[in-house]
């Protein structure tokens, strides 16, 4: 199993600009979610899925949009890129929403907007 | 709602010696417990977690942590730090039977060994 994927490792954006961050497990994990991490702030809950089909927003969801087409993949769309999504983004799955489950993560994407 | 607090942004140890990593949370029922461990410019990778039990619980890389009800906390433990054990660590909980399965994150404890 190649666990939790994110592509690409890092990111350069001008304001404006749209990008889609790619994630992908092939654990057949039910739950995905993604979270950005900045200093201090430790890990932010961006938007989660718990299943295909099911999306849900998370503690900070304003300039991003995801979609859940398949079990696999969960893209996360910047739409409008700015300064403040500055940040490292984390793709994360476990096998149910709910439970004692672990949360596997990805190795994340490093973006810059400038 | 659910919260983590990890009341140091820093610990210092000195290799050999004990560690402890601060963890202290708030659910309004009965917690599921959660530790990672980030290494520089790498994901997180899970730790341990206490589901239900001893209130000791043993994980990946000789650490452990020690789960208190009364205390609300969940504190990480090893007995003899190694300078590798430097990294940035992160307690999580999620509500067990509540309506958010979401894990709740700390804001993250840097761990510094020094030899």
């Known amino acids: 199993n190649a666990g939790v994927t994110q592509t690409p490792k890092f990111q350069v954006l001008k304001t404006g600009q749209s990008m889609t961050l790619q994630c992908a497990q092939d654990?057949?994990?039910?739950?995905m979610s993604w979270y950005r991490q900045d200093p201090g702030m430790g890990l932010r809950l961006i938007h989660y899925?718990?299943?295909?089909?099911?999306?849900d927003q998370g503690e900070v969801p304003n300039g991003y949009n995801v979609s859940r087409s398949t079990t696999e993949d969960f893209p996360l769309r910047l739409l409008s890129a700015a300064p403040s999504q500055t940040s490292v983004y984390f793709c994360?799955?476990?096998?149910?929403?709910?439970?004692?489950?672990?949360?596997?993560f990805g190795p994340g994407t490093r973006l810059t907007v400038l | 709602a659910q919260s983590v607090a990890q009341p140091e942004d820093q610990v210092n140890v000195a290799e050999g010696n004990p560690l402890t990593v601060k963890c202290t949370y708030s659910?309004?029922?009965?917690?599921?417990l959660f530790w990672y461990v980030q290494y520089p410019n790498r994901g997180l990778q899970f730790l341990l977690k206490?589901?239900?039990?001893?209130?000791l619980v043993k994980g990946s890389y000789g650490f452990e942590a020690e789960f208190n009800k009364s205390q609300t906390s969940f504190h990480l433990k090893k007995p003899s730090a190694l300078v590798s054990d430097s990294a940035l660590y992160f307690c999580?909980?999620?509500?067990?039977?509540?309506?958010?399965?979401?894990?709740?994150f700390g804001k993250g404890t840097k761990l510094s060994v020094k030899p």
């Open positions: 994360a799955s476990n096998p149910k929403y709910m439970g004692t489950d672990t949360q596997y």
């Open positions: 999580a909980v999620r509500e067990y039977g509540g309506s958010q399965g979401n894990l709740i």
């Open positions: 206490y589901i239900t039990g001893d209130n």
């Open positions: 899925s718990v299943g295909a089909g099911i999306t």
């Open positions: 654990m057949n994990h039910e739950y």
């Open positions: 659910v309004s029922g009965n917690p599921y």
